[in-house]
């Protein structure tokens, strides 16, 4: 699998030039299971990191654009009434896909952002009294940007739990920005991009993820990181059992991904900056990267097994 999850990550580098590492943790999120958050400024390449994601495995890609008049049935569908048949019948919304992007998530109220709770926690969404499960795989990646404020609705912190990864992007590198004028001066470099792994094959690679072993002292690890955010005087709020979880999940991934089926303290580590940072609060107003220094000292400060 290793060879796939490679081709992959080099398939969705053709177009996005971002970095290595973003496309990893995009694809971690999925063959966890899970979710993504970025935070960035716009232009920096989420929507096109989110659609080479999607053209990359054969999977359906939809994008919803945040406002402050969205309302949840725009997301999720409602039932409406056709008068040419005489019957009511539903119309589903685009969370029925396999890659939702979520864009300026932090521009809807917090009612609308809400609709997506559901859909991200169990994979199906409820409309009109009926529960409909999702297509699989399913992935949101939400985006907000963490500069502009003004008519926005920070996400409470129920809804950032549920997000497996949080990152940003940043500015790319001045060679691989000048590629990216090159490459987009005649047309859109999407065009171009096929399918490299199918829907049935990521099915499979996440079954692979979940088979992963865990042995005790890397469970134990893994719980002392979150122990030591809970009690430690510099947050009011420490990451949740769900933090435990996603931790380990995201540690499965990581070593699956670099051909393991075990896992190590070095996946760990490498995952647990953007499985904590956006789950942990502080007393004081820090940035989210200054969270994520504050996890990286944390695993500094602990002994890790072997």
């Known amino acids: 699998m290793r060879r796939e999850v ?25 063959l966890a299971d899970g979710h993504l958050l970025i935070e960035d400024i716009p232009g920096v390449g989420k929507t ?17 654009q945040f406002t402050s008049d969205l309302l949840p049935s725009d997301i999720i569908g409602t039932v409406v009434f056709s008068q040419k048949k005489g019957e009511f019948y ?36 409820s409309i009109e009294g009926r529960t409909l499960p999702l ?3 399913f992935l949101v990646i939400a985006t907000q940007n963490p500069v ?48 490299v792994a199918s829907r049935e094959e990521i099915l499979r690679m996440q079954e692979e993820v979940r088979k992963v072993r865990l042995v005790d002292e890397i469970l134990d690890y893994i719980l002392s990181i979150v122990q ?18 996603f931790l380990s999940r995201a540690s499965q991934a990581r070593a699956f991904m670099e051909g393991r089926d075990y896992v190590v303290p070095d996946d760990i580590k490498w995952v647990a900056p953007h499985v904590l940072s956006h789950r942990l609060f502080p007393r004081g ?11 990286k000292q944390i695993l500094r400060e602990l002994r890790s097994p072997g």
Do not use: W
Not at 6 to 30: D, T, W
Not at 183 to 194: A, C, H, M, N, V
Not at 229 to 243: E, Q, W, Y
Not at 285 to 295: G, K
């Open 228 to 245: 030591a955010t809970r009690n430690h005087p510099s947050l009011r709020l420490g990451a949740s059992p769900r933090a435990s979880l």
């Open 148 to 195: 502009e404020l003004h008519g926005t609705y920070p996400l409470p912190e129920s809804q950032l739990d549920r997000f497996l990864i949080s990152m940003s992007l940043g500015y790319p590198e001045k060679g691989e920005e000048k590629r990216m004028i090159l490459e987009q001066k005649e047309r859109d470099p999407l065009q171009g991009l096929s399918p």
């Open 48 to 64: 096109l990191l989110a659609r080479a994601l999607a053209l990359s495995i054969s999977c359906e890609f939809r994008r919803v």
């Open 135 to 137: 297509p699989e795989p």
């Open 285 to 295: 107003e820090r940035t989210r990267n200054e969270m994520t220094s504050f996890v």
């Open 90 to 125: 539903l119309r589903k919304g685009p969370v029925f896909t396999n890659i939702l992007l979520a864009d300026e998530i932090n521009r809807g109220s917090p009612r609308t952002q809400s609709a997506l709770l559901e859909a991200m926690n169990e994979s199906k969404v």
């Open 6 to 30: 490679e081709k992959i990550i080099s398939n969705v580098a053709r177009v996005f030039r971002g970095g290595r590492e973003k496309i990893e943790l995009a694809l971690l999120s999925l």
